[in-house]
């Protein structure tokens, strides 16, 4: 059970410092009114879900599992739909199969999920023909369309983010919990992968692997039963802090805070700084805390970050996502990681592919090519490979849909196509067959490891 936080419990503290990418609410009063009412909701997660997947990241810490961490760039509320909902989570169910084969690890499934719908933005306006509007921030701030109305931010979408995450998180947890995410099925849409698309033929052993695998379980007598549910965690950044705090409750059971607006969150990029209010909130919460890595971290932030967030250094506490860049992952990683391990810390190492490699295509969109993501990926395996530490997830952007917002990938997205099916409302995600060939990929580099 989690109760309201009363404010001496410390969940307001970060209210003394300096909040970056906060949305310039135009009516304060509104605002507290919004989070007043968001203070008395029910939790969206249990405090004891965010101590088992601590617990589970512990494991990927000390190298004993794999993350598999992805999902949407920005969730959008008209996108809360049971369709794109379950293919999502469909991809991600295949692609922690091949992983979990390949690896012989079990894999840590968490969605970029169900709060996912706020966003920093590299410039707080947007200029079109001469007019210039607040940036779009997310479903949970201000609207896309490029009117005023649209982009001025309204607290009332927080009110909208949260029943948005409760829907999608039901949804999930029926999914996962109630027959549909069934190993053998999720096995059986590999297969039909591998099958159907041309790029899914390359992966036809591997495949044949699993299906060996599966049928000499069976054959041993493994409980069915064993094979029909599958544990799912949520996150997404911890970026709007009114929205944050406000979801902030005491466990009864131990009195400390949580942040149950999803089992894990992150800080990113642009709001990791020491003395900001961001670092500050996700000080005081027990939640899993993921922080991204940008290529101008150093070794000293690095230390620095675990002093503040990790001070008991305790494996799945803290998980350090790194987003360098395939041009820079082989020079950046190494000095971070001898550095982290030489302090002792047993933080987990995961790979975000993505937000290093993005690129403005000449038709404006702005793209990302599935060759620097592996590559990125393949970098941070070497990395990890020449100093003996543990490769221990990846964190990508991705959808369930046919979108055309990445190029290349097996079922090759030309940049010329990317105007068919530019779906995504900030930075492009992979498509179904682009994640499901980076998974396969990813297991092989797994077992050379
Ligand atoms: O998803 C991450 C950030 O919100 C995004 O990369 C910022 O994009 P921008 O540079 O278009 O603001
Ligand atoms: C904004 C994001 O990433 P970063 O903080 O690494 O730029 C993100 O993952 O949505």
Not at 86 to 102: D, E, P
Not at 405 to 428: K, M, N, S, W
């Amino acid at each position: 059970m989690t109760v309201n936080a009363n404010p001496d419990a410390g969940v307001n503290t970060w209210r003394d410092l300096p909040a970056a990418q906060q949305p310039d609410w135009p009516d304060p009063e509104a605002l507290r009114d919004v989070i007043a009412e968001l203070e008395s909701y029910p939790p969206l997660v249990f405090a004891g879900e965010c101590d088992q997947l601590r617990e589970r990241m512990a494991s990927v810490a000390k190298g004993e599992a794999f993350l598999l961490q992805g999902g949407d760039c920005a969730e959008a509320f008209d996108a809360v739909s049971a369709e794109q909902i379950r293919n999502k989570l469909k991809t991600l169910l295949q692609m922690g199969a091949v992983l979990t084969y390949a690896g012989s690890v079990p894999v840590v499934k968490v969605g970029r999920i169900a709060g996912q719908y706020s966003k920093p933005r590299s410039k707080p306006t947007e200029t079109r023909d001469g007019v210039t509007l607040p940036s779009y921030r997310g479903d949970s701030v201000n609207g896309f369309e490029f009117t005023a109305e649209a982009r001025t931010p309204d607290p009332q979408r927080l009110k909208r983010m949260y029943h948005a995450s409760a829907a999608t998180l039901n949804l999930v947890r029926a999914f996962t919990t109630g027959g549909y995410a069934d190993l053998r099925q999720v096995h059986a849409w590999n297969q039909d992968f591998v099958k159907n698309s041309p790029s899914g033929q390359r992966y036809e052993a591997l495949a044949r692997e699993i299906d060996r695998a599966l049928n000499f379980m069976n054959a041993c007598g493994v409980d069915p039963e064993e094979f029909k549910t599958v544990e799912f965690y949520s996150s997404h950044e911890a970026l709007i802090l009114d929205y944050e705090s406000a979801l902030t409750r005491v466990d009864s059971r131990t009195g400390n805070l949580y942040d149950v607006s999803g089992h894990m969150v992150w800080i990113g990029e642009r709001t990791r700084q020491l003395d900001g209010a961001h670092i500050e909130f996700a000080a005081r919460i027990r939640n899993p805390i993921g922080v991204k890595l940008g290529p101008s971290t150093t070794p000293e932030d690095a230390l620095a970050l675990i002093e503040r967030l990790d001070p008991e250094r305790e494996p799945g506490r803290l998980t350090f996502i790194t987003r360098m860049g395939a041009d820079k992952i082989r020079d950046r990683l190494p000095t971070l990681v001898e550095k982290v391990t030489a302090s002792g810390a047993q933080v987990a190492w995961v790979c975000d592919p993505m937000h290093g490699n993005t690129f403005e295509a000449a038709s404006g969109h702005k793209t990302r090519r599935f060759d620097d993501v592996l590559d990125e990926v393949k970098g941070f395996f070497e990395v990890h490979k020449g100093l003996g530490t543990h490769p221990g997830g990846i964190h990508v952007e991705l959808t369930g849909d046919d979108v055309t917002e990445c190029v290349g990938g097996g079922d090759e997205i030309f940049v010329d196509d990317l105007h068919q099916r530019y779906e995504t409302a900030c930075d492009p995600r992979l498509n179904r067959s682009q994640s499901l060939d980076l998974a396969f990929l990813v297991a092989e580099m797994y077992r050379d490891q």
